[in-house]
């Protein structure tokens, strides 16, 4: 089936065997619930690695089934983030995803050179999101909003292919791929605009493959047609972008934050560059955006 909105990753999810999910420090009511909802949607099998009496607690209270989860025992939260890694490195999940332990030390985890889950000394770790957004035609796929704060050239080439990647996952043949600026115009005193500019090149001469990349492009030309064709801007990308790569965290993360506060807008998130895609949800996300989140991890997992 075609994939249009968020719920449809879910339904194709339920078609496919099913992924296997490790929490770290999974001892919040927030990741259990969010875990047991993916369970019970049967698109992950889970393992909560935390405090097997705090978990119980938890479900109890929820009238969620304990027996449902594996629980592997670790109270320590330093320890919880480390013991989660190796049951992926194990081959016992194929899913990493963050539960009550702070951001940087679940990123420590991850990164640790000799125990974490980086393929190499070069990978880059980045944050991508699919957002569905109601006064937007189809899924919009971007990156980096939470990870990278200037990313240089390389690292935007890395979250150019990052997006392109998901967005095949979620079966877009040819993605198009806008790299943003403040401006549709090739200014080379701003950095966006020739970062963007050698990206697009890049694409052209097959050196990003999968997808057709424009750029730079600013965010209103790169999702409206009319503007596009007010601005007698000639592209293949614009007005009708599948993903967007910001030049930026700042403005990224203000994107982010009015489409789901001002726009209404639901997202699935994940961390991707390291073995598995790893899920690192906010307790400010919705209960509905950390199930998206999990789905979405489950479809780009191999």
């Not at 875990?35 to 009496?53: C, F, H, K, R």
């Not at 050698?198 to 209103?220: F, T």
Request: charged residues 25%.
């Amino acid at each position: 089936m075609d994939i249009k909105k968020l719920d449809d990753v879910l339904t194709v999810l339920k078609t496919r065997e099913k992924k296997r999910l490790v929490a770290a420090y999974a001892n919040d009511d927030h990741t259990i619930e969010a875990v047991y909802n993916a369970i019970q949607e049967g698109i992950v099998e889970g393992t909560l690695v935390g405090d097997e009496a705090t978990i119980k607690e938890v479900c109890a209270r929820h009238n969620f089934d304990v027996s449902k989860f594996r629980i592997v025992q670790e109270a320590d939260e330093n320890k919880a983030g480390a013991v989660a890694v190796s049951l992926i490195n194990k081959g016992e999940g194929d899913i990493l995803m963050k539960g009550l332990l702070s951001t940087d030390k679940y990123m420590r985890a991850i990164l640790n050179k000799e125990t974490g889950l980086m393929p190499g000394p070069k990978a880059v770790l980045s944050h991508v999101t699919v957002f569905e957004i109601p006064s937007y035609h189809k899924l919009l796929v971007a990156g980096d909003v939470a990870i990278i704060p200037a990313p240089d050239l390389n690292q935007k080439i890395a979250i150019c292919n990052y997006v392109i990647k998901v967005a095949k996952s979620l079966q877009i043949e040819t993605p198009k791929v806008a790299m943003l600026a403040a401006t549709e115009q090739m200014l080379p005193g701003m950095q966006a605009c020739v970062d963007a500019a050698i990206i697009s090149k890049m694409a052209e001469r097959g050196q990003i493959k999968g997808a057709l990349v424009d750029g730079p492009l600013a965010l209103d030309v790169s999702i409206n047609k009319e503007c596009a064709q007010t601005k007698k801007l000639t592209s293949a990308v614009a007005g009708d972008a599948d993903c967007i790569v910001f030049p930026n965290i700042e403005s990224g993360n203000v994107f982010y934050k009015s489409i789901t506060k001002f726009g209404g807008g639901n997202l699935g998130a994940m961390v991707m560059g390291a073995k598995v895609p790893c899920v690192l949800t906010s307790r400010g996300d919705s209960a509905k955006s950390k199930m998206y989140s999990i789905a979405l991890a489950a479809l780009a997992a191999k």
